[in-house]
């Protein structure tokens, strides 16, 4: 599995976000250890709860024909939709491209994901992050959870089956790049705000989303005006 564009953009200009290795380096080994305990896994994302971002793997066009013809020899999802005479859209013109998940399509999971495992990490009794898997068969995590777990250091007594088989996780990592850009702003603004009013850093920050809540506006396109104001430029 490979980091969809998002990500890669997010870890390059913003990164590591984890301590010592690189979290691109992380993320494709983990991604290869969970692969070898479940080949048919094609996606997995990892959320982290301190930066509020979401990070993606997925499946390359080549591994997500493999797997189509593997259900063609033993009956699965697509096979069945053709049967039932159902429309599946296909393009392998981007291998991170999301329209060879319908591949596997079934009712309406447009993503085509037969099966799903969130798993909770947890750090001294905190939730630290979650970490969801994509899997194109249906019974693919089943007798698995807790090797899986020991990957990612989570806790597998917290494990939810099947919570996210439209893959929302993969948007959420989508906005990574622009959430990061904009918290950003946010606290060059907030050091704006800080130098000439004369106070702390929090204060300034509160001072921020509280104006930018009254005006009705984000505060991050808020941030941007204090940040034109003074003549300065955010990071993009």
């Known amino acids: 599995m490979e980091p969809i564009p998002e990500t890669k953009e997010a870890v390059e200009e913003f990164g590591p976000f984890t301590h010592g290795e690189d979290l691109l380096d992380e993320l494709v080994r983990k991604g290869e250890r969970v692969r070898d305990i479940v080949p048919s896994c094609v996606g997995l994302s990892w959320a982290l709860k301190e930066n509020g971002v979401t990070f993606t793997l997925v499946a390359s066009a080549d591994e997500i024909a493999t797997l189509d013809a593997l259900q063609y020899l033993e009956g699965g999802p697509c096979v069945e939709a053709a049967a039932q005479e159902q429309t599946l859209a296909f393009s392998a013109s ?9 591949l596997f399509a079934q009712g ?7 099966s799903t495992l969130s798993l909770p990490i947890l750090v001294g009794g905190n939730v630290t992050g979650t970490v969801n898997l994509y899997a194109a068969y249906d019974d693919a995590f089943t007798g698995h959870h807790e090797e899986l777990a020991a990957i990612f250091d989570a806790w597998a007594p917290g494990v939810v089956t099947n919570a996210d088989l439209s893959f929302s996780t993969r948007q ?3 906005q990574a790049p622009q959430r990061l850009r904009d918290d950003v702003r946010v606290e060059v603004a ?3 705000i800080a130098s000439r009013k004369g106070v702390d850093l929090e204060t300034a920050r509160d001072q921020l989303c509280a104006a930018a809540r009254r005006a009705g506006v984000s ?3 808020l941030a941007e005006a204090v940040i034109d104001i003074a003549g300065l430029h955010a990071s993009e």
């Open 94 to 102: 981007d291998p991170l491209d999301e329209k060879p998940w319908q």
């Open 172 to 174: 959420l990592a989508e």
């Open 190 to 192: 907030a050091g704006v």
């Open 108 to 114: 309406t999971a447009a993503t085509g994901i037969a």
């Open 219 to 221: 505060v991050a396109r």
